[in-house]
């Protein structure tokens, strides 16, 4: 998935039919628990809920035919990556941390090396030459390293987590994703204030940061068209910085101008084309084609409206209670996880891209992974 990440929801999709298959033939009444239990938890409701009013936000949406696109895209990848994450841990055969952490290490390596040369691979075959082919091949590897590295440290492999957690580390630095680069730093700084600070702390500044990004989003285009400083802009110029704060200053306007329950779910590719683009000014609405906001929280506000924004919030902060449940250790990995996660969901894709959730699915696999090969209770 990270050396060829288009291939991410076949790869995970695959996967789950194997690991369903298997499952069913094993124990069918364990596999309905496992896939069930989840779902009637306050997480999985909020989950369950949030969907649930995307779906019934594309009775308001104006291009219908495209939010159905959109979540015949997502929702499989989505059902997937959850079969998988459920049913993978703690049947894999044992040496298979060890095989990925290799596959990770290589693909990281290939990116190095290939971006250090000039792409000449791409160049060989004739395929798009540029800088930027790496970037979501790189932010696959910013979800899988961390979990996959913990698990590895877990069962005494400390060479093999090393140098997937070095490789990985390199690959982020040198690939011109500022988006991971940002998912790597904001990933660490969380996993180290988690291990170093009192539990409650670390949770605290998780909680803040995740309520700052809900709250936030709407007005971050104007924030930063105030506070960032010309400097700033030129030091970012490779990242788009100025045409970013544009783009977050459109949507923004957007969801002010229908705060309550937004355009309709999926309709990012076309929003210039929307109801409420109508009522905005003409700048505005150019810089609303581009596709999507470049920020997951704001393409929900935009998208889904204020109830959406409310059950996003609640399912976010449900997730942290769960982790608050784990064990020290794990929570520092999980943490760290949804650091990195909402930081490049703040700044880079769209929200229901499928090649994300693949990516998603796999970290929160080897998440779980940890937990269950250690023989500890499952948190609620």
């Not at 695959?14 to 690991?19: N, S």
């Not at 989840?38 to 949030?50: D, E, I, S, V, W």
């Not at 500022?178 to 539990?199: D, E, F, V």
Request: glycine fraction near 10%; hydrophobic fraction near 60%.
């Amino acid at each position: 998935m990270a050396a060829a990440n288009r291939s991410s929801p076949a790869v995970i999709g695959l996967a789950a039919v194997l690991f369903l298959a298997a499952s069913l033939v094993e124990d069918r009444r364990a596999a309905r628990t496992a896939l069930a239990a989840p779902l009637r938890t306050p997480a999985g409701l909020a989950a369950l809920a949030f969907l649930g009013w995307g779906l019934v936000s594309i009775a308001w949406s104006p291009f219908p035919a495209l939010s159905w696109r959109t979540a015949g895209e997502f929702g499989p990848t989505l059902v997937a990556a959850y079969c998988v994450a459920r049913l993978a841990p703690g049947r894999m055969p044992p040496g298979t941390p060890l095989a990925a952490a290799w596959m990770l290490a290589l693909a990281g390596l290939y990116i190095v090396v290939d971006l250090a040369a000039d792409l000449p691979v791409q160049k060989a075959l004739g395929t798009r030459v540029a800088y930027f082919v790496f970037n979501r091949p790189v932010l696959t590897i910013l979800l899988v390293a961390g979990p996959l590295a913990a698990v590895l440290l877990r069962r005494g492999h400390r060479l093999a987590a090393g140098l997937a957690v070095l490789v990985s580390a390199a690959a982020i630095l040198r690939s011109v994703s500022g988006a991971a680069s940002l998912g790597l730093l904001a990933g660490s700084g969380l996993a180290l204030a988690a291990w170093r600070l009192p539990r409650r702390a670390g949770l605290g500044l998780a909680g803040a940061g995740l309520a700052l990004a809900v709250a936030l989003s709407p007005v971050e285009g104007d924030l930063l068209h105030r506070l960032m400083p010309e400097a700033a802009h030129e030091r970012l110029i490779q990242s788009s910085s100025r045409a970013r704060v544009a783009i977050a200053r459109s949507f923004g306007a957007a969801v002010a101008a229908d705060p309550w329950r937004g355009a309709g779910y999926g309709t990012a590719g076309r929003f210039a084309w929307t109801p409420v683009a109508d009522s905005l000014a003409p700048d505005w609405r150019r810089m609303l084609a581009v596709g999507h906001p470049h920020n997951s929280f704001l393409q929900v506000w935009a998208e889904l409206g204020i109830v959406g924004a409310g059950l996003m919030a609640a399912l976010l902060f449900l997730t942290l209670r769960s982790i608050a449940a784990m064990h020290r250790s794990q929570m520092v990995t999980a943490l760290g996880l949804l650091g990195a996660a909402a930081a490049v969901a703040f700044v880079e894709h769209g929200a229901w891209q499928a090649w994300w959730v693949a990516g998603l699915g796999g970290a929160v696999t080897w998440l779980r992974e940890g937990w269950l090969r250690e023989g500890r209770a499952e948190p609620a």
